[in-house]
């Protein structure tokens, strides 16, 4: 069993940046693909990034590339979202997650978190 934890988020203006961590629990989750996601209101949920625990390789959306960058640091099990140049169509609720296949679709993770508002104003 994997249980991720999110922490971060909030209130920015345009322009201004933001972090957020996802802590990761369980035996097994260095073997996981580490995603992002997104979901705006009324929206599906939008792939944002993801990084594999082993080699780090990462992989981002059209949404966040040139913006922001996935890190994790495998000793604390933790993965970051570093986003800067934020504008206000990147108000969502971010949701980072877990999955044996990963990839660019929800379909691919089978752990998530409980998500985390970002807001960002004119």
């Known amino acids: 069993q994997v249980q991720l934890v999110e922490h971060g988020g909030g209130s920015v203006q345009a322009g201004g940046s933001l972090a957020l961590s996802c802590a990761a629990t369980g035996s097994t989750v260095s073997a996981y693909t580490m995603g992002w996601f997104r979901q705006a209101g009324g929206k599906g949920r939008e792939f944002v990034g993801f990084?594999?625990?082993?080699?780090?390789?990462?992989y981002y959306g059209d949404s966040g590339k040139g913006r922001f960058t996935i890190a994790r640091d495998n000793a604390k099990r933790t993965v970051y979202l570093q986003m800067n140049r934020l504008n206000p169509e990147d108000t969502a609720v971010y949701y980072c997650a877990a999955g044996a296949a990963g990839g660019t679709s929800t379909q691919g993770y089978e752990y998530w978190g409980q998500g985390t508002q970002v807001t960002v104003s004119p």
């Open positions: 990084i594999r625990w082993s080699g780090g390789d990462t």
